[in-house]
């Protein structure tokens, strides 16, 4: 069976928005010792595979456009966390790499992520979860 909106029913998008606000907040007071914003956050975080990716590729993983991305991508080689370098083969392409406190930062981060998740998704059936991914990844695509 599709699914069908329900008009008397609460839009599962303002449900998802509220959410991501309380999602967002928590996140920020468990890593508030890093001194970082949600967007460093994320670029960190999406950096933690330690693979090193250009301001396109990372800009995809993250959502967000490269334009957007170039002033946190500032921030973070000014605090020390990454590294521009050009890649051999290609002047106009940027590698962006984590240094060590980069990794130590983006170690962090992927635990407490893992942490909120599990104490936030733990108690329920896999399935749900199964459920609840599959539908982040249509909404992802739909914005995409």
Known sequence: MKYETVPSAP???LALQRATHATLQLIAAELVDLDLTASEINALANLA????????????????????????LDRLERRG????TTRVGDRRSVLI????????AAAVIVRTLADIEHRALGGLPAEAVA?????LNALTEEGS
């Not at 966390?81 to 521009?84: A, E, K, L």
């Open 11 to 13: 839009s599962a998008l």
């Open 49 to 72: 595979d330690g693979a090193g990716r250009t301001v396109s590729q990372l800009g995809a993983a993250a959502g967000v456009k490269p334009t957007t991305l170039t002033s946190v």
């Open 81 to 84: 966390h990454i590294t521009r």
């Open 97 to 104: 790499e984590l240094t060590g406190p980069g990794r130590e």
């Open 131 to 135: 459920g609840f991914r599959s539908v």
